[in-house]
């Protein structure tokens, strides 16, 4: 599980799987094995060294992330998977991408910068206004949403330590809906059982 909150921007040495990114901060205390949200993407490091992270990536995968749009040295925002005993900064993350937006406006406001992102109907129907979303790993708050678009608003912090306001306009963006709402869905979905004696003694009761 990931929070959404990232702790450094990595640079692409090879964006064919082996996906190799270049990092400095989470390879302290790395091992193999473990989960690293890359835009957002949960994979798993095979390898590393002092400078670099090694993840394989499933075909999958590039068909349904922004990871096959990746080139040499593009940056891609990095967030290692959330230790037990640590602090829960942002949200519910799991590193699960439900599919792509596109990036159609950046505007200034104060110290602000608003994004607008579209996307598919399957998508934009599980955002929330004031709710949660992952934007390429990156947790947020949703400002604004109609049936074609929402927004984000980016904070300077967010702007400094992430890829988001540093994209060009039509690039693809990882969204990952907030998971609560998945789950109310298929609880609300459920066909519901009536429970009676009959159904307690058919499944062992």
Not at 5 to 23: D, M, N, R
Request: glycine share 6%; charged share 25%; aromatic share 6%.
């Amino acid at each position: 599980m990931f929070t959404g909150i990232i702790e450094e921007i990595g640079k692409v040495i090879s964006p064919t799987t082996p996906l190799i990114i270049e990092a400095k901060k989470i390879i302290n205390n790395l091992n193999v094995g473990d989960s690293v949200a890359v835009n957002g993407v949960c994979l798993t490091v095979t390898k590393f060294d002092k400078k670099t992270i090694y993840l394989d990536v499933m075909n999958e995968t590039y068909s349904k992330t922004n990871l096959k749009e990746l080139k040499y040295l593009d940056s891609v925002n990095l967030e290692r998977a959330m230790l037990a005993n640590g602090r829960f900064d942002g949200h519910i993350v799991s590193g699960h991408i439900d599919g792509v937006g596109a990036l159609k406006d950046i505007k200034s406001d104060g110290n602000s910068k608003w994004l607008t992102i579209s996307t598919k109907p399957e998508i934009l129907k599980y955002i929330v206004l004031k709710g949660s979303v992952t934007l390429d790993g990156v947790s947020l708050t949703v400002a604004y949403v109609d049936d074609k678009v929402f927004k984000v608003s980016i904070i300077p912090h967010t702007q400094q330590i992430t890829t988001l306001v540093h994209k060009k306009i039509g690039a693809k963006i990882n969204i990952e809906n907030d998971i609560i709402s998945k789950y109310i869905e298929k609880f609300l979905t459920k066909p519901k059982v009536n429970i009676d004696l009959n159904y307690l003694i058919e499944n062992g009761f």
